[in-house]
């Protein structure tokens, strides 16, 4: 059974129109993260939020936003998509503890902008 | 800004050939993971080494976690169809849980 679960798995969006990516989870995980996986690259961390708390990295651009209303559900939004925004977005949680925590990854939202 | 590497970039082996991937960080990590992705998925977690030195291994794949903590491997041997994809390492960033990817060994077995 999906434990992290996104949609929709394909997106394509017209250049400028914002988006919304949804992303819920049932593992009651305390950290939620949103990734930008471009072609041929690795998982490029936009932001998370570790219970309530939003914490952006420091390079990500604020056409990018994103909502955690409750534990189980986060959003990824993009207000204005570019050509260059056409990713897969990964979103993904773990549990903070111990010495280390394992990532569980969602099967990924494949955006397209034309 | 800490950053995590890995070569080879590309790998193409024939079928039942050994494989390795390497992954060298800026930085001393307290542990390290690794990932695999297969084409058109997402990265799934395969293993995570917390102790210096450390070797594991699942099956036909061994890692290793360097006696620094800055390094680590991970060694396929008579690699299969079923191997192919995309390996990550995968540190956390100096005193936090947020884990930089390294920047991938990308495998193709040759039947």
């Known amino acids: 059974d999906a434990m992290v679960i996104q949609n929709p798995r394909y997106q394509v969006t017209q250049f400028g129109k914002p988006v919304t990516l949804s992303c819920s989870q049932t593992?009651?995980?305390?950290?939620m993260y949103w990734y930008q996986q471009k072609s041929s690259q690795a998982p490029k961390l936009l932001f998370h939020y570790y219970d309530k708390d939003f914490n952006n990295e420091a390079d990500t651009p604020d056409n990018f936003q994103s909502r955690r209303p409750n534990t189980s559900f986060c959003f990824l939004d993009i207000r204005s998509p570019g050509l260059g925004d056409a990713a897969m977005y990964l979103c993904a949680t773990s549990r903070v503890g111990g010495s280390g925590n394992t990532i569980y990854f969602g099967e990924g939202s494949w955006l397209t902008v034309v | 800004g800490q950053q995590v590497m890995q070569i080879p970039q590309y790998q193409h082996v024939q079928e039942g050939e050994d494989f390795t991937t390497y992954c060298n960080s800026s930085?001393?990590?307290?542990?390290i993971q690794w990932y695999k992705q297969r084409p058109g998925g997402h990265p799934v977690f395969l293993i995570q080494l917390v102790k210096s030195g450390e070797v594991k291994k699942q099956k036909r794949l061994t890692f290793q976690f360097g006696e620094a903590k800055k390094n680590s491997s991970l060694h396929i041997t008579a690699t299969q169809t079923t191997d192919v994809g995309t390996y990550f390492c995968a540190g956390p960033t100096s005193g936090t849980y947020k884990y930089i990817f390294g920047t991938g060994t990308r495998l193709k077995v040759l039947a």
């Open positions: 593992l009651n995980h305390n950290v």
């Open positions: 930085t001393t990590l307290s542990n």
